[in-house]
Each structure stands twice: as C-alpha cells, then as structure tokens.
C-alpha cells in the first residue's frame, strides 16, 4: 500500500481506532490518550511551523499490558551513575538486578579496569533471605569495607538501592555517613528502588538529587576557571559519542572541563559548578541537575543536539553566540571545515536513502533528536514515540516532527507491532527488546539505544557512521532472499497429496 505520509494524517487517525478497538473499553479509553497524529501548531519558530505532539505521558502503565520502560533502578545505575568511571556502583539488593545491568550499556571509557576505572565491573550485596529478615544495614557496612580494602584507589562508592531495600527499611544514609567519614571518601546513597515512580525517568530525577546532595560544595575544590568553561551534561559516551562532541566543542575555543557521565570521573562532577555553560544532550535525564545550578550557582544551560549536520551547525552557532564573537569566528571556521566531509555523505548516501520511511521509538531524546539526522539523508520519519517522555519533551518534539506523524508515548508491544505492521516502514529504530520481532517481520531495524554496537554517532564523522549503517540496514540484500509470508502462494492441499 503506498501512502502519501507527509500529508495522509487521517490513515494514521484510522490506525489508532483500529488498535484501540482491541481493547476492552477502559482500557482502549486510557490508551487513547497516549495516541495521537502531530497537527501544525499556531506557535511558528526559528526553523518553520512547529507541529502539536500531544499526547498524555508519564503515567503509569496499564497492568498486564507489556511494557518496554524500565525502572527507577535502571534510570539511576545504568544511566546517570554506572558511566561514572572512577566509582564503585554498588547494586545493593538481590543479585538479579545487578547481573542485569552488568555492562549493559556500550559507555566508553579511558582507563585501567579494576584500578582507577570500574564501569564494566558489577558490584552487589547478593541479598539472601536472611537479609530481607534481619536487614541489610550490616552487609553493607562489610561491604563498604571490602571494597575499600581491595580498590583503594577507587575515588567513592555509590549505593544503588534495589526494591527490597526501601521495602525493609534499610538507612543507606546512616551507613554511607558513616563510613564516608571512617574511609574518608565520598559515598553517596541512592534511593533508586525499582517501584518508585512509573519509569525509569524518576530514577534520573533521583540520581541528580544525590549528585546535588552528596557531592557538590562537600569540600574544597581546587580548580583553576577560564572564561571558556563548560560541562557537557547528559552525554553517556555510547559508542564514543561523548569524545565525537567535546572534538567539536573544543575545536571551537572551548574547554570542556566535566564530561559526566560518559568517561566522568567524581573530580569532574565535583568541580561542575565553577563552569561558564552547562550544554545538556539528554534533557529528561540530567535537566533537573541543570536546573539546580542555574538556580544556586547561576550556571545557564542550553541544550544541543549533534546528530546529522544540519542540527551541528545550528548548535555550534547557539552556543558560539552565548560566548561572543571570537568563538562564533571559529564556530563558522569549523563548520566550513567539515562541509566537504557532508557534502561527500550526502552525494553517497542521498540517492540510496531518499525517500526511506522511518519509525522511532526510543528513550532519552533520540524520539527528536534524530529526526533531523535521518532527514539530512532525504529519510522520512512517519512515526516517533518515547518510552518514558514527559510533556515538555513531547513539547520539544513539535520542533521536529512534521505535520501527519504518527506519536505514540509508552507503546504496548500490540500497539508497536501493528503499528509497524500497517504502516511498513522501510526502517524501525527501537530498542533490544524490538529487534527481532521487527526484523521477524521482514523489516530493517537499528538499534537505536546502544547503535547496535557501532558508532559514534554524534558529530561530523559520527554522521558518516550513521549513513553508512542506516544504509547497510536498509539495502542489506538479505531482505530480498525470502518473502514476507502474506506475499507466498499457498500450494493447495489437493496438489499437495498428489505430489
């Protein structure tokens, strides 16, 4: 079925019935609400028409529903505090939570395992029975105490709480006070258990109110400022993404002085309110830390966005022009410098891509981010969702989302999949968990959290790599060696017998 997507707004509307008459009337009710077709919105801005992306988010899943969210543990460990390289990151709990997040994340780093670096090392409290019985308070104190003694060199522990510990009762902070003194180190108790809020997002919130609680103004902070200081906040360096942005930052007279949380180390955390700017890339995950220093150190902050070059250039030019005309000379210096390295991209990759439909449902910011990433290509996208979005980032993704895109906040595997199934994008980009039933479906997919182990895809080189794999994803030839099933003549069963 070939569809006009720029326009076709109301197969989209006619979808969303379809799947919501699947449902038993409440919960089809509740759904639809989280559903919905991007119309143009009154509000006009800096690049063209802003699209109206509303959908209710942020709100609890239905039960019995899947859901593709995680928790409020795996918003703290595995996002915000696990990339903290010189940290030991205690999942203090049962063992499963921790063998879970173990090395999940492809997040980059400089250093010796073991020595001064420990993100790919998983460290638990292996709650048994008897500690949910007795407590865990104890063990955690031993704990603390072996860590210590086999990685002195580690720079601070964090206590990552998994479920079982706000359900007894455990003090994390007592203990943490405690031995912070005795070892005289930072030790910073995270109250992460995985039933707090709806998603993973509060977990995020949680982790930046102990970074703000835990680890600023706690001591002397010897550190020499410029005028040209900024933190990049938000960036977890999957793939390198990190190191591709802070080479652009940089190039254009910035000293990028706290990198967190990919390859952060606590020094960098630490020292992050003597900083000039705070550049954040994920808005839901680290706004709140932002927030917080603007308010007490009055530190401003802007968002960037560095996929695909036509977002680079706007982002380069918005931060350039907060620090004046010199580093704004360079900025246009540097981007001229790279325009050879797109236009070579664009001329390979345009005329094998163009016209390509796209569905997005990811985390973070990459339901809009990319968007502009994927059009620099001549690429289409048709549909965009987040796992755990709040308002405001359904707000900014009117910015850039077109007019007739499908959005769909907290998708069911259902919803996903028939979406997918009607609309037949030449492209998903999703999650781990997505991958195979899509690609089951004869469809090409890209993981779009981890960038299915290749990367980075941040930056001007970072866009080179993010062509390259979209188009091997794409016009792979394997999808031409078999058919999908509703394309396969069916032999009759008469004709069967007789052979």
Sequence with gaps: MSLDYENDSAFHEELITQVLSQYPNKAAKRRQKHLSVATDSEEVGEEGQISECDVKSNIKSIPGVMTIRGCAYAG????????????????????????????????YYVGTTGIDTFVTMQFTSDFQEKDIVFGGDGKLEKIIDEIEELFPLSKGITVQSECPIG????????????????????????RCEGFRGVSQSLGHHIANDA???WVFDKGEVEFETGAYDVNVVGDYNIGGDAWASRILLEEIGLRVVGNWSGDATLAEMERAPKAKLNLIHCYRSMNYICRHMEEKYGIPWMEYNFFGPSQIEDSLRKIAKHFGPTIEERAERVIAKYQPLVDAVVDKYWPRLQGKRVMLYVGGLRPRH???????????????????????????????????????DDATSYELDKFIERIRPDLVGSGIKEKYPVQKMGIPFRQMHSWDYSGPYHGYDGFAIFAR???????????????APWKKTTVPAERLAAE
């Design 76 to 107: 703290s460990k595995g996002v915000v505090w696990g990339p903290v390289k010189d940290m030991v990151h205690v999942s203090h709990g049962p063992v499963g939570c921790g063998q879970y997040s173990w090395s999940q994340r492809r997040n």
């Design 167 to 190: 359900l007894i009762g455990d003090d994390i902070e007592a203990v943490s006070r405690k031995k912070a003194k005795e070892h005289e180190k930072t030790i910073v108790p995270v």
């Design 211 to 213: 970074i703000r609680d």
């Design 370 to 408: 990319v968007i502009t990433a994927y059009e620099d290509l001549g690429m289409q996208i048709v549909g965009t969702g987040y796992e755990f979005g709040h308002n405001d980032d359904y707000q900014r993704t009117g910015h850039y989302a077109k007019k007739g895109t499908l959005i769909y």
């Design 469 to 483: 794999d979209m188009d091997l994803a794409i016009n792979n030839p394997v999808w031409d060696l078999y058919d």
